[in-house]
């Protein structure tokens, strides 16, 4: 599996941007998707994830109430809609994969195997 990512941008505080993520190949049934972010000089942290069965979603409480994580399984696309943006924000986001996945550790970043390359969101203030 590879990924893409793309939508990233600038924008002013309390606007909004739509990440893709588009998968080539086949993503396991058992598996997920998931969003990560990395600010300059800061450790990688989750964002949002997805499961591909069922459809479950997974929050970080940092974002909650502002993105809404969502996936089309016969595009084999992710996407992530984030309102309100706020300068902390900031950072690039990657889309990660995972062919099987234990509930528990959805948001740890050492369950995802494939990862795409990132893009840049800034918030402006």
């Known amino acids: 599996v590879q990924l893409q990512a793309s939508g990233g941008g600038l924008v002013q505080a309390g606007g909004s941007l739509r990440l893709s993520c588009a998968a080539s190949g086949r993503t396991g049934s058992g598996g997920a998707m998931g969003w990560f972010r990395q600010a300059p000089g800061k450790a990688r942290e989750f964002v949002a994830a997805?499961?591909?069965?069922?459809?479950?979603?997974y929050y970080a409480d940092s974002m909650k109430g502002r993105i809404t994580i969502s996936r089309n399984n016969a595009k084999n696309a992710l996407y992530s809609q984030m309102n309100d943006l706020k300068p902390e924000d900031t950072a690039v986001y990657c889309c990660a994969s995972s062919n099987t996945v234990i509930t528990s550790a959805i948001r740890q970043s050492q369950s995802y195997a494939v990862w795409g390359q990132g893009t840049q969101v800034t918030v402006s203030s």
């Open positions: 997805i499961k591909w069965s069922g459809g479950a979603t």
